[in-house]
């Protein structure tokens, strides 16, 4: 399918004078540029049907997990041990319907929706399984979204070694299908925009900045750790511009997008214009709900009227070339900062006091 026909038409100027939000990612056209992001509410039809109401650009599933992948290719012939082998847990199903299921709904909202629906797989090792991203292309999703999550890895195996495995994880999937891939990048390599690089040059098409991690914590009580996730926090845009402007400036020929505390209009500009070509949501929507897309759209929109943009590639181009910058300066972005201000900002939220009566009544 030519990925340009399914917003055929849409790089026109609108009717009325109305800014153009068009913008392109993973080689398709988008009527805008904020991606309902990965997550177990975008396998929900209703909500997903608010959200492409309420403007937005593309949909991506919650990620099929490489267990669940691994365990269905190991229960036919060996049903005893492949719970075992596998890791696999019946709950693993509950998130996402689990491997068959997951290709229904990849149909049903190829159906239904006119937006890109991209797939997502999570997994850390190769192996024939991975034969399940045929499948997905061949129940019509526009495209896959990689999340490569290794866990812990053997301390006597070098950063370099950790790499070259994951970039032999994404050249197997890409030898597979043809549909564009997007890779979802961890904050935590060593130098990420090399990273970048690489996962380009073995045929990623797009980069997500960056993948979201669960919140660890030790319970005092019971003398164990614990894991869970959590919504991203309030103000934490700033790592996700950091890396988008790392990244951008690497030299990358490849689209971007925004992943991690984006919640307004104004979020959606600030990353990109630190190099983002489109900014996904999650988070804020769980908290507000489809409709916060509607109002995310309408103050990027409100911004690009005001700075006299007819449309959102024009601000894209609009936007500072990326230049390489001599090693003192990218020095100068921490020292600058540390050293000008002793009166540091604390972007804790103030706790709202509220006094009343003893009904709970607050006092006027």
Not at 83 to 94: E, H, M, N, T, V
Not at 226 to 237: F, M, R, S, V
Not at 299 to 310: A, D, K, V
């Amino acid at each position: 399918m030519d990925p340009n026909a399914i917003h055929a038409g849409v790089g026109k100027r609108k009717q009325g004078g109305a800014v153009d939000l068009t913008t392109s990612y993973l080689g398709f056209e988008l009527t805008s540029p904020l991606i309902a992001g990965a997550s177990p509410l975008n396998l929900d039809f209703e909500a997903t049907r608010q959200m492409v109401e309420a403007g937005v650009g593309a949909i991506v599933l919650p990620s099929i997990l490489q267990e669940q992948l691994i365990y269905r290719s190991l229960v036919r012939s060996n049903p005893e041990t492949a719970i075992k082998q596998s890791g696999y847990a019946p709950q693993q199903d509950r998130y996402n319907g689990g491997p068959q299921e997951y290709l229904k709904t990849i149909q049903r909202m190829k159906a239904e929706y006119s937006v890109p629906i991209v797939a997502s797989l999570n997994a850390a090792i190769t192996g024939s399984w991975l034969d399940y991203a045929v499948e997905i292309q061949d129940s019509g999703a526009d495209a896959l979204e990689l999340n490569w999550q290794s866990g812990r890895c053997d301390p006597s195996e070098t950063g370099e070694n950790v790499e070259l495995r994951l970039l032999e994880w994404v050249s197997q999937i890409r030898s597979r299908v043809t549909i564009p891939i997007a890779f979802k990048m961890n904050p935590r390599f060593t130098n990420p925009a090399s990273t970048a690089l690489r996962l380009q040059n073995v045929g990623v098409n797009s980069l997500v900045l960056f993948a979201h991690h669960p919140h660890w914590d030790v319970d005092n009580y019971r003398m164990h750790w614990t894991i869970g996730w959590e919504l991203t926090p309030i103000g934490t845009l700033g790592r996700t511009l950091e890396g988008l402007v790392e990244t951008h400036t690497s030299g990358l020929h490849i689209p971007l997008a925004a992943s991690g505390g984006v919640r307004t209009g104004d979020d959606v500009i600030k990353t990109m214009f630190a190099g983002a070509d489109v900014a996904m949501a999650v988070s804020e929507i769980y908290r507000q709900g489809p409709s916060v897309i509607r109002e995310m759209i309408a103050g990027l929109t409100r911004f690009l009227e005001t700075n006299h943009h007819g449309t959102l590639k024009s601000f894209l181009q609009s936007r500072p070339t990326a230049d390489e910058h001599p090693s003192y300066t990218m020095r100068s972005e921490i020292v600058d900062p540390l050293t000008s201000s002793t009166n540091y900002h604390d972007p804790t939220p103030t706790p709202v006091q509220l006094k009343g009566d003893s009904f709970g009544h607050p006092s006027h």
